[in-house]
């Protein structure tokens, strides 16, 4: 069994991303990934993801390998990231943080990289999924859609309402088709934007009223 990091995941999940179950969950998201990182062309686009990934994305961005507390690709860090604020038109997080509070400051750092308009997506394993027995004893910890809004929500983003499935429900096969709610797939895809005004309406100044003007002579 790989050793198990304070997040919850092992100290390198790709471990179980290689093994066919793993991958054929990689390969389900193939399409779900061109879509996220191809939704704001004009700006560059981030991608951390479980390992070296098969498909070339277009456009210019940076894809970052996750490695237990450290990121590896064309530059090689930890967080908080190298990266100016607000840089990134879209930012997508492949199974690289977990639903405990260790991953919280990978996701503070992904909201702040992100520009504003800008979309946030997050593949994540579904732990109500049957297919959940294949990575049984791998230390890969899941939760359900509920929990991810709330921390969205914390991180200043707002979470589209349903999250989308994807993946095998139990073979270790390829579904590239995606389908809506999470349901019993393997994974789910969950959608969040920084939006230009605050989550919360901030109450206006009140407005004082001018004195009467004096009549004229």
């Given at each position: 069994m790989p050793a198990i990091s304070p997040s919850g995941q092992p100290g390198s999940v790709g471990d179980w991303f290689q093994t066919p179950a793993g991958r054929a969950v990689l390969d389900s998201e193939h399409a779900l990934v061109a879509e996220a990182l191809g939704g704001h062309p004009g700006l560059p686009w981030l991608w951390l993801t479980p390992v070296a990934?098969?498909?070339?994305?277009?456009?210019?961005?940076?894809?970052?390998?996750?490695?237990?507390?450290?990121?590896?690709?064309?530059?090689?860090?930890?967080?908080?990231?190298?990266?100016?604020?607000?840089?990134?038109?879209?930012?997508?997080?492949?199974?690289?943080?977990?639903?405990?509070?260790?991953?919280?400051?990978?996701?503070?750092?992904?909201?702040?990289?992100?520009?504003?308009?800008?979309?946030?997506?997050?593949?994540?394993?579904?732990?109500?999924?049957?297919?959940?027995?294949?990575?049984?004893?791998?230390?890969?910890?899941?939760?359900?859609?509920?929990?991810?809004?709330?921390?969205?929500?914390?991180?200043?983003?707002?979470?589209?309402?349903?999250?989308?499935?994807?993946?095998?429900?139990?073979?270790?096969?390829?579904?590239?088709?995606?389908q809506h709610g999470p349901g019993f797939r393997a994974a789910y895809a969950m959608r969040c934007q920084k939006r230009h005004l605050p989550l919360t309406p901030v109450r206006q100044p009140r407005t004082l009223a001018l004195p009467a003007a004096a009549p004229a002579a």
């Open positions: 990934p098969e498909i070339e994305i277009d456009g210019r961005g940076l894809c970052l390998v996750r490695g237990g507390r450290s990121l590896h690709g064309p530059v090689r860090c930890a967080w908080p990231l190298p990266l100016p604020s607000e840089a990134f038109g879209a930012v997508l997080l492949q199974h690289v943080v977990g639903p405990h509070g260790e991953d919280r400051g990978l996701l503070e750092e992904a909201a702040r990289v992100l520009a504003p308009g800008g979309y946030l997506w997050l593949l994540l394993l579904n732990p109500l999924t049957p297919y959940r027995w294949r990575w049984r004893g791998s230390g890969i910890a899941s939760a359900e859609p509920l929990a991810w809004r709330r921390r969205l929500r914390e991180a200043g983003l707002a979470p589209d309402a349903v999250s989308r499935g994807v993946g095998p429900s139990w073979r270790p096969v390829a579904a590239p088709t995606p």
